[in-house]
Structures are given as structure tokens and as C-alpha cells.
């Protein structure tokens, strides 16, 4: 039983345009939620992240949006540029406990066309 | 600075062959994890240590499997008998503090049993 999944394995955007990837989870005790990027042969890159007291977090062209009532959050590339081309994980965390260890999606590949 | 390390990069060893996977972390980072990832998987937890201290090693699949970081900083991931279900990329990450933070993952070593 899969507790965060990314039911897009692709996407595909015009350089400039918006890329938004979708995460949802099932787990109701997760409140932590980050989104890594991934280049082939390289190991996850954190990108950003959100708590679950904040609806969206936003840093440059990255925004995370959190709707915990559908257990949904989303990325939004704004412009999306050809080096975002990569896979990028959902991850999530039960941010009180002391392992800290993070539950990840399957991820989504992201092609940014020039 | 120097990012996670890990070695080898690339490892192939013949079925019921045991392998030792290392990882150098980031320099004074409390908290270690391992991670198995499957081809068009996410990252799978497997241990966590806080210092030298394994506090969670639930995502382990089998006894075959043991982790330990004896210092608090460098950790093996040891695999004994190895089956060709074990073959996938094992991550190793660190993050500076315990709790709900990013984590920075080496390179990974991918694991080809045959």
C-alpha cells in the first residue's frame, strides 16, 4: 500500500510555460512534506519543502501548494526552463517522531522543451 | 564543501556473494539513512541512525541485511548471501539535525547481482 504516490510518470512543458506536478498521500499523520530533484546517476537534490501549518511555500520559481482536507500537495515550475528536465520526488515525513525518515513517491519526469 | 559520499559507485557480485556498501556523510550531520531504489521506484527507507545509535531499522527486508555507523560518522550497509531481488540503487543521506529537514543524498551504489 503505497503511502505517497505520483500518478503522473511523465510530463512534458514548453520551456516557459508552467510545470505543475501532483503528489497525494494517505497517510493523515504525515506534516512534512519535500520535493527533490533527481539527474541521472546523481542522488536526490533537495528542492523545497512545506509543513503542514503553511498551505504554500514558495522560493523563486518554485512554489508548493498543500491542501491536507484532499491530502494533495503540487509543485508549480514558473518559468520552466530546459535544466529542470529531471525526476522529481515527492517525499513525505511524520514530523514529530524521531526517525525522521521519509516515505517518497515514484516520481515524475519532467521534460522542459526549448 | 564535500557532499555524501559513496562507494563503490557500482558494484556486480554473483548470487550468495556478501557486499559492503559505504557512506561518508557531511561532516558533523547527526542523522544517517539508507535507502533502497528500485528501477522507476522511489527511494525505499531502510535504517535510520541518529549518531551511532540505529534508532530504527524497520524498512530492513531481511536478516541478510545489517547497517552500522560504530563512530557516529561513516556507516556500511552490509548485505550477506545476496539474492538477485537485492539488485537496485542503495542511497545513503544525512541532514544535520534529527526530525522534519532536508536530507542530502550521495551518489548511490548500484548493486547488479547475477
Known amino acids: 500500500d503505497q503511502q505517497v504516490k505520483q500518478n503522473s510518470p511523465s510530463l512534458s512543458v514548453q520551456e516557459g510555460r508552467i510545470s505543475i506536478l501532483n503528489c497525494d498521500y494517505t497517510?493523515?499523520?504525515?506534516?512534512?512534506f519535500l520535493w527533490y530533484k533527481k539527474y541521472p546517476a546523481e542522488g536526490p537534490t533537495f528542492l523545497i519543502s512545506?509543513?503542514?501549518?503553511?498551505d504554500k511555500n514558495e522560493d523563486g520559481r518554485f512554489t508548493v501548494f498543500l491542501n491536507k482536507s484532499a491530502k494533495h500537495l503540487s509543485l508549480h515550475i514558473v518559468p520552466s526552463q530546459p535544466g529542470d528536465s529531471a525526476v522529481y520526488f515527492c517525499?513525505?515525513?511524520?514530523?514529530?517522531?524521531?526517525?525522521?525518515?521519509?516515505?517518497f513517491g515514484d516520481g515524475t519526469t519532467l521534460t522542459v522543451k526549448p | 564543501g564535500a557532499g555524501v559520499s559513496q562507494s563503490p559507485r557500482y558494484k556486480v557480485a554473483k548470487r550468495g556473494q556478501d557486499v559492503a556498501l559505504r557512506c561518508d556523510p557531511i561532516?558533523?550531520?547527526?542523522?544517517l539513512f539508507w535507502y533502497q531504489q528500485a528501477l522507476g521506484q522511489g527511494p525505499e527507507f531502510l535504517t535510520y541512525?541518529?549518531?551511532?545509535?540505529?534508532?530504527?531499522k524497520s524498512g530492513l527486508p531481511s536478516d541478510r541485511f545489517f547497517a552500522e555507523r560504530p563512530e557516529g560518522s561513516v556507516s556500511t550497509l552490509k548485505i550477506q548471501r545476496t539474492q538477485q531481488e537485492d539488485s537496485a540503487v542503495y542511497l545513503c543521506?544525512?541532514?544535520?539535525?534529527?526530525?522534519?529537514?532536508?536530507?542530502?543524498f550521495g551518489p548511490g551504489t548500484r548493486l547488479t547481482v547475477t
Open positions: 543521506a544525512s541532514s544535520s539535525v534529527a526530525g522534519p529537514s532536508e536530507q542530502y
Open positions: 497517510n493523515s499523520m504525515f506534516d512534512y
Open positions: 512545506i509543513s503542514s501549518i503553511k
Open positions: 517525499a513525505a515525513k511524520e514530523g514529530n517522531t524521531n526517525a525522521g525518515k521519509s516515505t
Open positions: 561532516s558533523g550531520h547527526v542523522s
Open positions: 541512525f541518529q549518531n551511532e545509535a540505529q534508532l530504527d
